[in-house]
């Protein structure tokens, strides 16, 4: 079995260059091919991409979800394995996936890590070990088997926010799903931005607001309302 690591990217030139080096010197001869997905950067993500041995491709839809899906449409390994651009898998990422699909698991995730020490993040990072599907998120990453992916149907095009849970939940009702060992470490730079308790609690309202039904659309402005303040 070999991997496709597929990357979505908007406005990433500072990190993606850094993940793709840190991918390539986590893995082996598993992982055949890298491609980031661009939705449409207006730096010089692309630029940079294109410097390294990754594949660039531009998705038509911007937003992570629908970008994930061009990338898994043009993937040609047996498992695909999103990563988010600003973060970092652990050593051997691959050959654990290939463990985990090897013994019937037809898709899972790491635990996660956030490159700062707040005691906030690490409680959050803490809990992430859990199969609770209210801690499930992209930051973790997401290994899944070609064929399952495509067979439910991949990202929700239509989800701007929540993408990443929502199709973990129908993996879950479809197949296996396991929660590894090791930590994906993601950058903490939004955190750092906005503030750790202020972004965690416009998550979990964004989280409450998604599962009561209000629509994607009115999520983003008011996820963007609340920032602005």
């Avoid at 030139?13 to 001869?29: A, H, K, L, Y």
């Avoid at 394995?81 to 037809?106: C, M, N, R, T, W």
């Avoid at 801690?135 to 926010?161: A, P």
Wanted: aromatic residues 10%; contains cysteine; hydrophobic residues 45%.
């Amino acid at each position: 079995m070999k991997i496709s690591v597929i990357i979505p990217a908007y406005n990433e030139e500072d990190v993606v260059v850094d993940t793709i080096d840190q991918v390539q010197r986590r893995s082996g001869n598993i992982v055949t091919e890298i491609i980031v997905v661009d939705g449409g950067s207006t730096d010089r993500t692309v630029e940079h991409v294109q410097k390294t041995s990754a594949k660039v491709i531009t998705s038509a839809q911007k937003g992570r979800g629908a970008q994930m899906n061009a990338g898994a449409e043009q993937a040609q390994a047996d498992i695909f394995y999103f990563l988010h651009a600003d973060s970092i898998p652990p050593v051997g990422f691959d050959q654990q996936i290939i463990e985990a699909v090897s013994s019937e698991a037809k898709a899972g995730c790491f635990q996660l890590a956030f490159d700062d020490n707040h005691w906030l993040l690490r409680s959050y990072a803490w809990f992430t070990r859990f199969d609770v599907d209210t801690f499930r998120f992209g930051d973790q990453s997401l290994f899944i088997d070609r064929d399952v992916f495509f067979t439910i149907g991949g990202f929700r095009d239509n989800h701007l926010l929540m993408e990443d849970n929502e199709i973990v939940r129908r993996i879950k009702s479809d197949c296996s799903f396991t929660i590894l060992e090791d930590a994906v470490v993601t950058s903490a730079r939004s955190y750092r931005q906005v503030g750790v308790v202020k972004l965690q609690l416009i998550f979990v309202l964004i989280f409450t607001l998604y599962f009561v039904g209000v629509e994607q659309k009115t999520l983003v402005h008011i996820k963007e309302y609340i920032l602005q303040q």
